[in-house]
C-alpha cells in the first residue's frame, strides 16, 4: 500500500452500546498497528457517525483510495444491498469515485469477515476463557 | 482442557446461506485444528440446527463440558437475552447443568468474539484483498 489509503470500518449499529464498541475498539486497533493507515468508522443504523459521514471525515487526510470493510461476520441483506446503497456502489464494479477536497478519491467496498482461521482462533479463545473463569 | 470438551457455535441464522455457511465453516476450522473438542453448532432463526438441537447432537460424545460460544461480534439483545433463555441459563452464573445420555454435563456460556487483535487483523486483511482484486 504506497499511496495514502484509508480504511472506513462499517458498523452495524445498535440501540445498545456493544456494537459500536466493538467496531470503534477494531478501528483502533487497526489504526494502532498500521499507522500508515488512516481507519474511520460508519454505521448504518442507531449510531453516529453514520457511512455517509464516516466518509466525510476523511475530508483533509489525503487519502487517495479508501476500503469500506463491513464489520459484519457475513454477508446479508445489509452487506450485499443496503450498504452498497447506502455508499452509491453497485454490487458488481465493487467500486466507485467519490470527491473529497475537490479531489476524485477511489471507493472500494471489501468483502465482510467470514470463514477465516482467525475467526476460529478468536471463537476458541473465548472458549477457552470462559472455561478457566468457570 | 483436560476432560472431554464440547464447542457448541452458536449462529444468529439468517434467510441468507451466508450466516449459516460462516458459522458453520468457523465451527470446521475449530475442529480440524483441535481434535480433541467435539464441535457442534445451533442457530437462533432460520436454520437449523436449533440451538437445542446443538445441544442434543452432543449426545453419545462423552463430553463432560460444553462451551457455548456466541459467533457473534458484539453483545446485543440476542446474546444478552435471547440466546441464555433459550440455553436456560441466567446472565448472572452464566453456567447450568444440563443432563446427556442420563449423565449431568456443564454448559458454560462465553463470550461473544468482541475487540480483538484477530478481528482487526483479518479486517485489515479484507480491506489488503479488495485492494489487490482491484
Known amino acids: 500500500m504506497n499511496e495514502?489509503?484509508?480504511i472506513l470500518a462499517l458498523g452495524h449499529?445498535?440501540?445498545h452500546p456493544h456494537n459500536k464498541d466493538?467496531?470503534?475498539g477494531v478501528a483502533?486497533?487497526?489504526s494502532r498497528k498500521y499507522k500508515n493507515i488512516v481507519v474511520r468508522t460508519g454505521f448504518m443504523n442507531m449510531n453516529s457517525p453514520t457511512m455517509k459521514e464516516g466518509l466525510e471525515s476523511f475530508k483533509g487526510t489525503g487519502v487517495s483510495t479508501i476500503v469500506a470493510v463491513p464489520i459484519f461476520l457475513a454477508h446479508?441483506?445489509?452487506t450485499m444491498e443496503d450498504i452498497p446503497q447506502i455508499l452509491g456502489i453497485s454490487r458488481d464494479s465493487r467500486e466507485t469515485i467519490i470527491?473529497?477536497?475537490g479531489r476524485d478519491v477511489k471507493l472500494i467496498y471489501s468483502e465482510p469477515l467470514g470463514v477465516d482461521e482467525l475467526v476460529a482462533e478468536l471463537a476458541y479463545k473465548r472458549a477457552k476463557e470462559a472455561l478457566s473463569s468457570n
Request: proline letters at 0%; aromatic letters at 0%; glycine letters at 16%.
Open 4 to 6: 495514502k489509503i484509508g
Open 28 to 30: 483502533e486497533l487497526i
Open 76 to 78: 446479508g441483506v445489509h
Open 13 to 15: 449499529g445498535s440501540k
Open 22 to 24: 466493538v467496531v470503534t
Open 99 to 101: 470527491k473529497l477536497d
